[in-house]
C-alpha cells in the first residue's frame, strides 16, 4: 500500500462520527451522545483511560458554511500510578472538545494549513486526534495518589504511611562497612 495515502477511517471505528444525518444547511444540528469502548494508548504513560473502558461521548455537531463543528465533552475512568508510591490511581476524566472539521476540497480545506482545522473524509470525521490531544492536556504528566503522598523510603522501598515515625535505617560509613563484617564473622 503506498506510504502517502491518509488512513482511510473506519466508520465502525468508536471515534469516527458520521454526519450522513446531519444535512449540510448552515445550522443544521445533531447531538451525538453515546458510550463507546475507548481506543488504545489514551493518555500518557503513568495515566490513562484503560483500553475497552466506557467513554462518554456528549456531543453537538453543527453544520457551519464549509464543514462541520464539533464540541462537547467526552469523559470516562482513568487508571494509573502514582508517580511517588506506584499505588494504582482510579479516577475519571472530563475534557472539553471543539474543533471545526472542514468538507474536502471546501475553500477551507484548500485554503488553511494541515493542522489549523481537522478534515473531513466524505461524511465521516475522526474525533480520536482531537480527543487524545485534549486528554493529554487534562492528565497530570506527575499523577500522584493523593497530593500529599509521602511517597517511599529509598532505602528499604515501604511507603512512609506504613513506617512508624521515627523509622530510619543506619547509616554506616562507607570505611566502617568491612569492619563490621569482620564483627558479625
Ligand atoms: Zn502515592
Ligand atoms: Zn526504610
Known amino acids: 500500500m503506498p506510504k502517502n495515502l491518509p488512513n482511510q477511517l473506519d466508520p465502525r471505528s468508536p471515534l469516527v462520527l458520521d454526519t450522513r444525518e446531519l444535512p449540510r444547511r448552515p445550522g443544521a444540528l445533531r447531538t451525538h451522545k453515546r458510550v463507546v469502548p475507548a481506543p488504545a494508548d489514551l493518555g500518557l504513560e503513568l495515566i490513562s483511560v484503560p483500553q475497552g473502558a466506557d467513554l462518554s461521548l456528549d456531543l453537538r455537531l453543527e453544520s457551519v458554511s464549509e464543514g462541520v463543528l464539533v464540541s462537547g465533552t467526552v469523559s470516562g475512568p482513568v487508571a494509573g500510578e502514582c508517580g511517588r508510591c506506584l499505588r494504582e490511581i482510579n479516577d475519571s476524566v472530563t475534557v472539553t472538545v471543539q474543533q471545526l472539521y472542514a468538507y474536502e476540497n471546501s475553500t477551507t480545506d484548500v485554503t488553511t494549513e494541515e493542522d489549523e482545522v481537522g478534515r473531513m473524509q466524505g461524511d465521516l470525521i475522526d474525533l480520536e486526534p482531537e480527543v487524545r490531544d485534549a486528554l493529554v492536556l487534562a492528565l497530570p504528566a506527575n499523577p500522584l495518589c493523593r497530593e500529599d503522598c509521602p511517597g517511599l523510603c529509598p ?6 504511611d506504613d513506617l512508624p515515625a521515627d523509622h530510619r535505617h543506619e547509616q554506616l560509613d562507607p570505611r566502617w562497612a568491612g569492619l563490621s ?3 558479625e564473622e
Open 155 to 160: 532505602e528499604c522501598g515501604v511507603h512512609w
Open 181 to 183: 563484617n569482620l564483627k
